[in-house]
């Protein structure tokens, strides 16, 4: 059977006498529709039909014109001189430490065609980079979770109760954020099942109860959903957990025995340190959230058996580790946390796997080889590092010095998406005397770039995929070959690397064949049950065998059963509810620790609706953009933001035009649309619209591809992670 597989899960390739076509995966029982669309870009009109130069960066211009400049057509062979050179120019005038490496993890499904590793061996090889840590998806709870419970449940998924635990125990689940099924179409290796709406719908049919709190209804996958104020989930968390402490419904002795630093969150509670104790009557009036709710809500999770979900949209704000750290404290007052499919999750149906049963294909990669260079920011620190060559930045309770970066390399991902602050990151983008980009379509990143190479497709290459958060592996077929004069990251990677003197070395003798079945042998070395390398490309596909009930571990339990047999990794081997680094007076998270407030009051107040950036539901990020889904979700050219209609009735906009949505960094032209289900206040534009700035007639940029992130605040969500914080952007809205 010949497969395709994407982040969008597995595709079976027809080629009938119209072409080929991509269609469902019979054996996946909820396919996701986005994915199939991926042939829609072989001929786009965005598409890079060979290696580019900008004008300027020729003409010698340092940067200035970067992103509002033409390009050049060049040999794909003299592109590669031209790389090779400005690498061993930066190397010898600057420094390795002038070098920075930039990658994202979504660049592809496939183990050996994934940009970040190839583009980082041969970096590595050239004498090292600086690099980037964490990710903006997780990378504020990904910091924060080992000061609370210890470094094994840092990554995303590892804190979380497994779906047949939670359905089988049927706890209240209270969720902040919601669970969008959309979100739950990816997997960062792919999959062969997408199996979340099946383990909540057979929660249900179990008689599973599950409240959502979030400023949009759309949030809530089930049962009831309760508007809450975005940025206010701490406040909410802690109103609760205040409930359980004056209605003595805290057991303080089996408290003291798991967890340490009680006392100071009980002092906190009460207000010993601020005067404010943290009723629900304090926090109905930040939270919009009903006092009398709010004590119902503690009373159901101390009742118990109860889950809580965080969304990990909630850390992806200013003080951002606040949500995840109330939620510790009050599972744990309530007596739930390490229970068998309760406590707390962190993101069911973040990703196709988060909750999934299952044993983990952990397997290898294309081997990146060490890095000479020890330098890095936090992945989120992008503009900084670049504004501020020189400077320091706290994290994690070190200090990091900022590089002088002259080179910036990038293969894989779109930082003029992901990131926050967008026209301040393009201004910072102009600082290096040299960008180079490898990338497959026209994207903003690669129109501020000046060396530009062309990336073949995903379906024009053949590849393995796997998750090592998943059990399926996948042979990936190529559908199509290339268009003339492209070619894999890996093959112009090669050419570079032969002018380096180092083809060797980096290919190690291996075609790019040799390399995928080298790759696959490697996870038959791992799991003997694996299918030889023959029978696997002929059935295109191999899954792990269901782990048996005993072997799926729950985060904590063994912990909770017996503290000193099984200690956490933690100063003081327990939970730790107050941890020393975090509340640390010289670190500005201890401060919004002590005193709780809303993720966005560093924002203007005078602006009126709390900006919602979702992930889109008809794209990954800004992938597939130009696929028939986001074409479809488009309307009068235009992303879609939606508000409830008496904010669209103040702003004087009618539903289904034009408009603007505008701050101090910036504007986005949109289409508003009313919409009941999201909370007053507030707006939903999903992210993923393309970032196109047009100078204005008053000299301000608008952006017309409709991204948010062109309003979000580029600020660490604290000294200790330093993690995005796109949370709690505050923006007004007017007729276009």
Known sequence: MELFASHFGTYEIARDAGGPELRPFRLDPAPSEVGAGFLALADHPTRIRGAMVRRGWLAGDGGAGRGNDDFVALDLEAACGLAARELMRVRATHGNRAIFGGAYGWGSAGRFHHPQSQLKKLLNLAGGFVSARNTYSYGTAKVLIPHLVGAAYSDPGAFNPSWDRITATRPFLLSFGGMRLANAQVEAGGTGAHRTRSWIEAFAAAGGEMTTLSPDGRDAPMGDHLPLNAGTDAIALLAMAHVLLVENRVDEPAVRRIAAGYDGIRALLLGHGDGQPKTPAWAEALTGLPAERITALARRLSEGPALINLAWSLQRAVAGEQPYWAAVVLATLAGQIGRAGCGIACGLSAVSSVGNPLRRLRGPAFEQGPNPVPDYIPVARITEMLERPGGTIPYNGETLSLPDIRLVWWAGGNPFHHHQDLNRLARAWRRPETVIVHDSVWTATARHADIVFPSALPFERDDIAASSRDDWIVRSSRVMAPPEGIETDHAILSRIAARLGLKDAFTEGRSEAGWIAHLYEGYRTAFPELPDWETFCATGHAKLADPAPAEVTQPLEAFLSDPEAHPLATP??????????????????????????????????????????????????????????????????????????????????????RALLENPRGAVLVVARADGRVMPGHVVLPTGGWYRPEHQPDGRLLDLGGNPNTLTRDAGASELSQGASAGGARVALRPA
């Open 572 to 657: 003081s081997g327990r939970i730790e509810l107050m941890p020393a680094l975090v509340t640390r007076p010289d670190m500005r998270l201890g401060s919004a620790l002590s005193q709780p407030r809303p993720s966005d009051l560093e924002e203007d107040p005078a602006l009126p609706l709390r900006l919602l950036s979702p992930q889109p539901e008809t794209r990954l990020h800004s992938q597939l953009d130009g696929a028939p889904a986001a074409e479809a979700s488009r309307q009068l050219g235009c992303e879609v933001a939606r508000l409830h209609p008496s904010d669209m009735a103040h702003a004087g906009v009618a539903d289904g035009t």
